[in-house]
């Protein structure tokens, strides 16, 4: 018989494991306490966003106004104050977003206006449904009987001088209005709670400024909530607020220059024609004129209707997916 062979069963030819390490690894480091009070998922958490946001705002709105006392600033007519003021709002609202913006690591456009978007389709559609929406606003109360348009305030210059002013204007104040309670503080809230908690929310609050105005009333500022609350829709629907900034602006001209009615309690100088109310107030809207009256209530219910039956789908935006996430937080996923 033969013998093994000694050398086959050596260890060194026997098959070899990987050495291990037998120390464990550390696992990721816990987040600290401040970590956790000031930061979630993405990010800096909504509320301190907003505090910030606001904080930067309401500075630059002082530094401004601290400028506007200086004694070597010239003083300006009613019309150029009310349109110096209004550009100042708007850089109030929207530098302090370009400031989050990088702070956050977001594109500006995520905040409802891409600029790559400026003044396109949507922008000239919206302006088409205000001008729409507030004739046929003015035309039921003619027919009513409570609404008259009387003759030319203006002659053939002055017309044209005040319809380019106001139309420059209440762009500004769309920019302003839609961005502030609408793009910037949407879009954060909803980080939070939830798209629809924050726009109704924000409308709630847009219809509450609204009472700040004179001559205004509880019905004026139900009837800014409304109207608010659909400009949300559009921003749902459209994926940003251009459509919002557009149909805001002519509506506001359609009211203010050319039927030159009050506008949430405030009749404006340079205005087409001298026309004149007649009836119960809660036809006219009585002081606050036609956005208190009830035919405005039909307008905007009409208005929601059309809209929903033409944009059926909200587009997915860096808007949408932050509701969608918004909404998560919601349901309590």
């Known amino acids: 018989m033969d013998e093994p062979n000694p050398s086959a069963l050596r260890p060194t030819d026997a098959p070899q494991s990987p050495p291990t390490n037998s120390e464990p690894q550390p696992g990721p480091r816990p987040p600290s306490t401040a ?42 007519s009613k019309l150029w104050g009310f349109f110096v003021a209004e550009c100042l709002s708007l850089t109030a609202a929207l530098v302090p977003a370009f400031i989050m913006a990088k702070i956050e690591k977001r594109s500006f456009g995520a905040y409802g206006l891409p600029i790559r978007q400026a003044f396109g389709k949507l922008f ?45 204007f209440f762009v500004l104040v769309g920019f302003f209005e839609e961005f502030l309670l609408r793009g910037y ?39 800014a909530a409304l109207i608010g609350l659909f400009f949300c829709l559009t921003l749902r629907r459209t994926g940003n607020l251009w459509f919002a900034v557009g149909l805001h602006a002519s509506w506001d001209w359609g009211e203010t220059f050319l039927y030159s009615v009050p506008n949430s309690g405030t009749t404006a100088p340079g205005h087409l024609l001298n026309s004149s109310f007649q009836g119960p107030r809660w036809l006219t809207g009585g002081s606050v004129g036609p956005e208190a009256s009830v035919f405005v209530f039909i307008v905007i219910g009409l208005m929601w209707l059309l809209f929903h039956l033409q944009y059926r789908e909200a587009v997915e935006s860096k808007q949408s997916v932050t509701a969608k996430a918004g909404e998560r937080v919601e349901a309590g996923l």
Do not use: C
Not at 146 to 166: E, N, P, S, T
Not at 190 to 199: D, K, L, P, Q, V
Not at 208 to 217: F, Q, T
């Open 35 to 76: 970590e956790m009070m000031f930061l979630g998922s993405d990010g800096l958490r909504s509320g301190w966003s907003l505090l910030l946001y606001f904080l930067i705002g309401s500075s630059i709105a002082a530094g401004f106004r601290f400028l506007l006392h200086l004694p070597f600033v010239p003083h300006f």
């Open 124 to 168: 000239w559609l919206g302006m088409l449904w205000g001008i729409v929406a507030i004739t046929v606003l003015m035309l039921a109360m003619r027919a009513a009987k409570v609404f008259y348009f009387g003759q030319l305030a203006l002659d053939g210059r002055h017309i044209v001088k005040f319809a380019i002013f106001w139309i420059v």
């Open 185 to 223: 503080t949407q879009f954060t809230l909803t980080r939070g709670i939830g798209f629809w908690s924050s726009a109704i929310f924000l409308s709630a609050a847009f219809g509450a400024i609204h009472l700040g105005n004179k001559g205004e009333d509880i019905f004026g500022a139900l009837a």
